[in-house]
T-cell receptor, first 116, second 112 residues
Framework: DVKVTQSSRYLVKRTGEKVFLECVQD?????MFWYRQDPGLGLRLIYF???????EKGDIPEGYSVSREKKERFSLILESASTNQTSMYLC???????????????FGPGTRLTVL | SQQGEEDPQALSIQEGENATMNCSYK?????LQWYRQNSGRGLVHLIL?????REKHSGRLRVTLDTSKKSSSLLITASRAADTASYFC????????????FGTGTRLQVTL
């Protein structure tokens, strides 16, 4: 059974702190994604990675960075957390798909981050 | 506005009724997918329909795709209380391979 896990379900941090969100998948997927989800805005892509040490900016990368040192792990980093980064963060993974022929994404349970 | 916008934003029906949600998008797509999200949880993939397909079924789900109108619909037949969730469409645009663009979702409430 496909599984994507995220390090925390709930996280509370203070403004200015460095925050690490970890995501691990056990399906040997090439692609991994980080989204944030806010009411009324749906899911917005922050960063994605299609291979180890490779990354691409999504739609809202400002204030975030990512790291992918191993195929199964994709980390999202908030260098200096701010209150407007309070959100639900969702990690997903998928197989590499040539020309998008088959690219179902598998999601983790989410991390609800509150920045005070 | 976003690629992939669902309509309505919220839908409330009684158990046993059918629920229909619509999705509109702007650019050419390779495929369109529907996902479900229970409150406070991650998304779960429901069904994928390719750009050369017009209709697809999976259990109580029926998805249609009209590429000329850039729209899709998700029909859930004989709904159950357990179908209460948010439903999102997501589009894979041509040339973007694995990246999906999600809509803002339809919140479905099924009451007994």
């Amino acid at each position: 059974d496909v599984k994507v896990t995220q390090s925390s379900r709930y996280l509370v941090k203070r403004t200015g702190e460095k925050v690490f969100l970890e995501c691990v998948q056990d399906m040997d997927h090439e692609n991994m994604f980080w989204y944030r989800q806010d009411p009324g805005l749906g899911l917005r892509l922050i960063y994605f990675s299609y291979d180890v040490k490779m990354k691409e900016k999504g739609d809202i990368p400002e204030g975030y960075s990512v790291s992918r040192e191993k195929k199964e792990r994709f980390s999202l980093i908030l260098e200096s957390a701010s209150t407007n980064q309070t959100s639900m963060y969702l990690c997903a993974s998928s197989l590499f798909a040539d020309r998008g022929l088959y690219n179902e994404q598998f999601f983790g349970p989410g991390t609800r981050l509150t920045v005070l | 506005s976003q690629q992939g916008e669902e309509d309505p934003q919220a839908l409330s029906i009684q158990e046993g009724e059918n629920a229909t949600m619509n999705c509109s998008y702007k650019t050419s797509i390779n495929n369109l997918q529907w996902y479900r999200q229970n409150s406070g949880r991650g998304l779960v993939h429901l069904i994928l329909i390719r750009s050369n397909e017009r209709e697809k079924h999976s259990g109580r789900l029926r998805v249609t795709l009209d590429t000329s109108k850039k729209s899709s619909s998700l029909l859930i037949t004989a709904s159950r209380a357990a179908d209460t969730a948010s439903y999102f469409c997501a589009t894979a645009s041509t040339g973007t391979a694995s990246k999906l663009t999600f809509g803002t979702g339809t919140r479905l409430q099924v009451t007994l």
